[in-house]
């Protein structure tokens, strides 16, 4: 049961039951748009809802205003904005089928302080920007550092959910100097732990020193094909 699953975050049985609407509304919407390949009850609540959450054991969201970047079928996003009342989630997405489905379930969970935008992350607006970005499972570190970069206030964070192979896609000393010189980016820290046995997780965050540099982000297919780092 979720309630079990989620013991350790001392939710609200209006939140645990919002989580358990989510996941059927979810799932019901999975029949005919693909949002998940995971199905089953017990490995959602886990994979989708438990995963999401953790991140808010590790860093302060409240009274923040967050992005959640290539949110998918909404997660973290719609995990976030519904345990952290006092927050502002806004999920981004290329995918309008994911943007329609984030939106008709915000419109059934009523959620009140959540936004969506279409659109790739690195051709929005410069001045929209967020206390917190998020992203979990969107791109390597090489590549989505800099299409986030400019979404991240000065004295902000950015916080990414990874796997383990984070040691892959990890930056280099030199690597991170040039992270700062170009994105005003400064490595955080990384936080390792099992989600559940045998599945590894991690968060890496950096933070914002100042104004991202007018350079970046580039277009997408020239970050693609020649990472800074």
Known sequence: ??????KDFNL????????????KICLEYNIHTNLTS??????????????SIQITKYYELEN?????????????????AIVLNNSEVTMLDSNNKKITYIQYAINK????????????VEETDDEDQYDIVVSRAVAP?????????????????C?????????????????????????SLSLDRIY?????????????????NKKTNNTYPRKYNLIKKSPIF
């Open 159 to 183: 916080i990414l959910y990874k796997g383990s192979n984070l040691e892959q896609e990890m930056p280099t000393k030199k690597d991170l100097k040039i992270i700062n010189k170009k994105l």
């Open 1 to 6: 049961m979720l309630e079990e699953i989620l």
């Open 141 to 157: 570190l090489n590549i989505l550092l800099e299409i986030i970069s400019n979404k991240v206030i000065e004295d902000g964070k």
């Open 64 to 80: 923040k205003k967050i992005l959640d970047v290539g949110s998918g079928g909404g997660f973290p996003g719609l995990v976030l």
């Open 109 to 120: 969970l009523e959620l009140k302080n959540t936004k969506t935008i279409l659109a790739r």
């Open 12 to 23: 609200s049985t209006e939140k645990i039951d919002k989580l358990n609407k989510l996941r």
């Open 38 to 51: 995971i199905t089953k009850e017990q490995e959602f609540n886990i994979k989708h809802i438990l995963d």
């Open 192 to 208: 390792s732990f099992d989600l559940t046995r045998g599945i590894e997780r991690k968060f890496i965050s950096f933070n914002k």
